[in-house]
């Protein structure tokens, strides 16, 4: 089933361009809508008129994944999150999926967009956030930023969560190059119970068919340069998805979670680049503080080969 192309946008949501490559950024979660390169889209987005069925596209923050029983303790008191994820019991991808963002700057090929986290009684922290998406030579980039702007320092995790494919190929017709040493393992609910080392065959690249994951990768199999890439693979090109350094994981979510008879269900691959794993809030596990004032700053990617 084809992906979505945006036909109407509205007055927050802008077109980006650049040679052969077209892209469509959102207001709301600073959310990549669209992506393609030539006729051939490999971002699974939305329709006009539609939600994002599965935070498509946002930006995640200041926790990516789940948080159990939207709960977690900091200098020794309870804090409390809103559950927005009742069937689970959790609190999922943080404050900013449906907030609207602000546009700070924009050219043909480029644009920045900002939102701010306020203070709030499960989250006592004030943070700046931008999000910069691009089209380059070398593809789709999009760069992160946080600002500390409150008076303590702050624990935050941010992730994205966009979903990459090719149209005239379900997800059981791709390969999956995933370089990673250690999966997470879940209950029921989603909620991690453990670790396992990761499928080796994933590093040497395996075939889809068959294989459901919502599942999180940590260490990583570094480049030279610190970062991380997966591959997906059909028989009509590569997709090569990067993380810099500062992404210490990926979730990788293969849209099993869709009725069989949505046309969603298996059509595209969640490829969730993360600086922490679930429950980061109440683990501490590669958290990233940030004293009043400071900034921490990320970047990843995508480039279609063949």
């Known amino acids: 089933m084809p992906f979505p192309r945006p036909a109407i946008l509205t007055d927050r ?35 006009d008129g539609e939600l994002p069925p599965a935070f498509n596209g946002a930006v995640l923050a200041p926790w990516p994944n789940r948080l159990r029983g939207g709960r977690w303790h900091h200098e020794g008191r309870e804090l409390r999150l809103p559950i927005t994820e009742p069937d ?3 609190a999922l991808h943080g404050l900013v999926v449906w907030a609207d963002w602000n546009l700070f700057d924009r ?26 998406w691009s089209l380059t030579e070398a593809g789709l980039r999009c760069d992160l930023a946080v ?17 990459f494919g090719f149209e005239q190929h379900a997800v059981d017709e791709l390969t999956l190059t995933l ?58 090109g590569t997709l090569t998805v990067w993380a810099d350094g500062a992404f210490g994981w990926w979730q990788v979510y293969t849209s099993d979670a869709f009725d069989p008879g949505d046309p969603r269900y298996r059509r595209s691959v969640a490829l969730e680049p993360m600086t922490c794993g679930p ?14 004032g400071h900034s921490w700053s990320g970047s990843w990617g995508a480039r279609l080969h063949g």
């Open 179 to 236: 370089p990673a040493r250690t999966a997470v393992t879940t209950d029921a609910r989603l909620l991690p119970t453990g670790r396992v080392p990761a499928d080796p065959a994933l590093a040497a690249g395996r075939g889809l068919a068959g294989l459901a994951l919502d599942t999180a990768f940590t260490d990583l199999e570094r480049e030279p340069d610190g970062g991380s890439r997966l591959r997906l693979a059909s028989g009509s």
């Open 88 to 90: 689970r019991g959790a």
């Open 279 to 292: 429950d980061a809030l109440n683990t501490g596990e590669d958290l990233v503080w940030l004293a009043p």
């Open 147 to 163: 600002t500390n702007t409150g008076t303590g320092t702050c624990p935050f995790g941010i992730g994205a969560h966009p979903f």
């Open 13 to 47: 949501e802008w077109p980006l361009a650049h040679g052969a490559q077209r892209a469509v950024v959102a207001a709301r979660g600073g959310a990549l809508r669209s992506y393609q390169v030539g006729d051939r889209a490999l971002v699974d987005g939305w329709a």
């Open 107 to 132: 050219r043909p090929d480029a644009l920045t967009l900002g939102c701010r986290v306020p203070a709030q009684p499960g989250y006592p922290f004030e943070l700046a956030l931008r999000v910069r």
